[in-house]
């Protein structure tokens, strides 16, 4: 939501194994402790084994922890947890953990407390939707800003070689011109072990508009480009990586129909009002890195 509130100061406890919980942060007096991380790690992990603990994926999960106490003391500020609803899915989880037996086992409570934590986000969430809804009038006007945004627009599949230093780029590019096959050359120069793997294709579509709006300096080096196409300039990204770039199909887009794109349009208006409110709940906490 707003990353940028967890300072990089908090990035120091945040390696694995801690052998004592210490508080990582606080959001408004309520401390999150290393081993609130610690659990979700291992959850995540026995989920998907494959999963690597890191100091990243650490703090990830830090900041959405930080949203999510955020929300939970909001929900208990308006006493969304008096709600029949509310009371009636705790209940139910209850007698369901009971009946399972979950109850009785070790790490039951901290269990317990993350889906409360879970269930006041889903009550806040409820809440600020019944109070700024979404209605069809809404929606109606998005398409009608979506669809004249994207009409006569083209959307293209980009390969690309990033390298760690503009000799291997040229080399990339001096190969292309020499009429060797793209993915070839990808697996040869990239730095990029995805790319090492794929020949550098990106398997999606990507609108040259959206493309314009999210990396600009992309969108200048290829809108001119056709299929069979690539950038005969390295392109620097400012952190050691330069960048070649490949069309490997370039079509016309199209723009779905009212009925198709209702849904999508709908609940991304809503995630917008979401995260508009907790964007306001950010403004006015008080979120402190330990020390």
């Known amino acids: 939501m707003k990353k940028s509130y967890i300072a990089s100061a908090a990035a120091l406890l945040l390696v694995s194994g ?8 606080t959001v408004n007096g309520a401390k999150i402790d290393s081993k609130d991380i610690d659990y979700q790690v291992k959850l ?8 690597q603990d890191s100091a990243m994926l650490r703090r990830n999960l830090t900041e959405r922890q930080v949203t999510m106490t955020l929300v939970a003391q909001e929900a208990k500020r308006l006493k969304l947890e008096q709600s029949a609803e509310y009371k009636q899915a705790l209940e139910q989880a209850r007698a369901a953990a009971k009946q399972s037996g979950d109850d ?3 790490g039951f409570p901290q269990q317990w407390s993350a889906f409360e934590t879970a269930l006041q986000n889903q009550a806040y969430i409820a809440h600020v939707l019944r109070g700024n809804p979404v209605t069809e009038n ?3 006007k998005a398409y009608g800003d979506f669809s ?3 009409r006569g627009s083209h959307e293209v599949q980009l390969g690309e070689i990033l390298t760690r230093n503009a ?11 020499a009429k060797k096959d793209f993915k070839a050359v990808a697996k040869q120069y990239t730095a990029d072990p995805r790319g090492k793997q ?3 294709l990106n398997a999606a579509y990507v609108n040259l508009k959206d493309l314009e709006q999210g990396a600009p300096a992309v969108y200048a080096a290829v809108k001119n480009l056709n299929k069979g196409g690539y950038t005969t300039t390295p392109l620097e990204d400012g952190n050691g990586l330069y960048g070649v770039f490949y069309i490997n ?4 887009a199209k723009v779905p129909d009212y009925e198709t794109a209702k849904n999508g349009i709908a609940q991304e208006l809503q995630a917008a009002r979401v995260d508009g409110a907790i964007e306001s709940l950010y403004r006015k906490a008080k979120i402190q890195n330990a020390r």
């Open 18 to 25: 801690s052998l004592m919980a210490q508080t990582i942060v």
């Open 44 to 51: 995540l992990q026995s989920q998907n084994p494959q999963v």
């Open 104 to 106: 009785k086992k070790p």
């Open 138 to 140: 809404d929606v109606k």
């Open 148 to 150: 004249k945004f994207y």
């Open 167 to 177: 000799a291997d780029a040229q080399k990339a590019i001096a190969d292309l011109k």
């Open 198 to 200: 794929t020949g550098g």
């Open 249 to 252: 199909d370039k079509r016309a």
